[in-house]
């Protein structure tokens, strides 16, 4: 295997792995406010709190999603038009 395939696939691999690490990233106020509503009875505010951390996860998602499918349709579109300019000569 060749020296930039093995970066290629550490780097995969380390991507892959990275995320897998268990991670207690809240913050201590964020998590003793939800425990003490948890506790309490009033599942509200955490329900709130994991709505808005889906949806900090999901919009990168979409946009690249979007931009994928953006460049896929010119490029193909490009390519047809290519095609056509070709037949016509």
Do not use: F, H
């Not at 892959?16 to 003793?32: E, N």
């Not at 709505?51 to 690249?64: E, M, N």
């Amino acid at each position: 295997m060749k020296t930039p395939m093995k970066k290629i696939l550490l780097l995969l691999v380390g991507g892959i792995m990275l995320p897998a690490i268990d991670l207690y990233a809240q913050c201590a106020m964020c998590r003793s406010t939800l425990e003490n509503n948890l506790s309490n009875g009033n599942p509200g505010i955490a329900a709130g709190i994991n709505t808005g951390i889906l949806y900090l996860l999901v919009i990168p998602y979409i946009a690249v999603m979007v931009l994928g499918y953006m460049w896929y349709k010119t490029s193909k579109n490009a390519k047809n038009d290519l095609r056509r300019s070709l037949a016509a000569k």
